[in-house]
């Protein structure tokens, strides 16, 4: 059973940064962060796999993914934020290699860190 733990969220104000770490407990092909905003459907926003990263449209230009095997870590560097992104972030592993933006690509799921930006 893969564990996953999320940390880094908090309360920013608009155009401000967050920094989110995802600690992971063994090695999987794909990770990726979710977000879920009252309310709303769970969404992809950033994935990466093996030599590739793949980004929702909402988070191109202001959110990096990135991930270190040697410090098991993946994390999510957050710039610009606007008050739309609002909600709780999960980090997400997968055992396939298709660095896919879909819930249902994966098997293990974090608790969730809440990132706030107030306007």
């Known amino acids: 059973q893969v564990q996953l733990v999320e940390s880094g969220g908090g309360s920013v104000q608009a155009g401000g940064s967050l920094r989110l770490s995802c600690v992971f407990s063994e090695y999987m092909y794909t990770f990726a962060w979710f977000r879920q905003a009252p309310g709303k459907e769970r969404e992809g926003v950033a994935a990466i796999g093996v030599g590739e990263t793949r980004y929702a449209d909402s988070a191109k230009g202001r959110f990096i993914i990135s991930k270190a095997y040697g410090k098991n870590t993946v994390w999510l560097q957050m710039n610009n934020l606007y008050p739309d992104d609002t909600a709780t972030y999960y980090c997400?592993?997968?055992?396939?290699?298709?660095?896919?933006?879909?819930?249902?690509?994966?098997?293990?799921w974090g608790q969730g860190t809440q990132v706030t930006v107030s306007s």
């Open positions: 997400a592993a997968s055992d396939t290699s298709s660095s896919s933006l879909s819930s249902a690509e994966y098997n293990f």
